[in-house]
């Protein structure tokens, strides 16, 4: 399994933002990213935090310090990344304290294809909230790597981690979103359809489920190939959300989220 271990007592981080109101659906989160990230996704905003180039060394007990401070203005601790469970035994340490010294409830955004990482967090930490983010339908290794940044062969195997973690996690939080990015000429409304059959086949467990089809926006992080793109438009993107709501149960949520609606519930 990759992972990327500091010392107990600290983090690989980008930054934090004290609140944060596009993290956790309905909720403000005191949200910190992580650097580092197994996946190179080529339209991806944070990519130079993924790829390593923006990183400070942290002492868990700042960061604690922080969100202590902010814990009256927020609903959740959120981290996100990079892929957060590269770091998974310091991150366990930093949500236990956190829990202890605040009480707030816990989230993390992971692309879910380190099930054995998840598994060690899950035991020994609730997790209130996972937004998990599928990339690409599960069926379609070759399309998974386009959209990941990853070599087919690689995509083969992180296909099936992925729906492992999608249902390990289902299984031990109370909220799971569920997210893809509909992303210009990489994926269609026609793939967020496959996605959505392959969650909905899933029977997943978690007692509240959402699964949110997302804009994509050519943000300053954006690497070059996908910065020059335009932004998707907001009506594909709420045809889209309309279209999957036919696939899922009427347990899950449908959501979709743009720049010029921010977060609007189909269902």
């Not at 814990?71 to 956190?98: A, C, M, W």
């Not at 989230?107 to 909230?129: C, G, M, R």
């Not at 409304?189 to 996605?195: A, G, K, L, R, V």
Request: glycine share 4%.
């Amino acid at each position: 399994m990759m992972h990327i271990q500091p010392s107990g007592s600290q983090l690989i981080i980008g930054g934090w933002k004290e609140t944060s109101l596009v993290d956790v659906l309905e909720s403000v989160s005191f949200t910190l990213w992580l650097s580092y990230c197994n996946f190179k996704c080529p339209w991806c905003s944070n990519s130079r935090l993924a790829r390593g180039y923006e990183k400070k060394v942290v002492p868990i007990g700042e960061i604690v310090s922080h969100v202590r401070e902010a814990r009256n203005f927020v609903d959740y601790f959120h981290v996100t990344g990079g892929e957060p469970t590269l770091q998974y035994r310091s991150l366990v340490t930093l949500y236990l304290k956190i829990k202890e010294e605040t009480g707030l409830k816990l989230s993390l955004d992971t692309n879910a294809s380190l099930p054995e990482a998840l598994q060690y967090i899950f035991s020994h930490v609730k997790i209130d909230h996972v937004a998990i983010d599928v990339k690409a339908p599960l069926s379609d290794a070759a399309l998974y790597a386009r959209v990941a940044g990853l070599q087919t062969k690689i995509a083969e195997k992180i296909v099936e981690r992925v729906r492992e973690g999608i249902m390990l996690t289902s299984q031990n939080t109370e909220f799971l979103e569920l997210r893809t990015l509909l992303v210009p000429d990489l994926l269609s409304p026609s793939d967020i359809e496959t996605i959505s059959r392959e969650l909905a086949n899933l029977d997943l467990k978690a007692p509240r489920i959402a699964y949110v089809v997302q804009q994509f926006i050519p943000y300053e992080g954006v690497p070059d190939e996908y910065r020059n793109k335009k932004k998707t438009p907001r009506e594909l993107v709420k045809q889209t959300a309309e279209r999957v709501a036919k696939v899922f149960p009427d347990n899950v949520e449908i959501w979709y989220r743009t720049i010029e609606d921010g977060n609007v519930r189909i269902r």
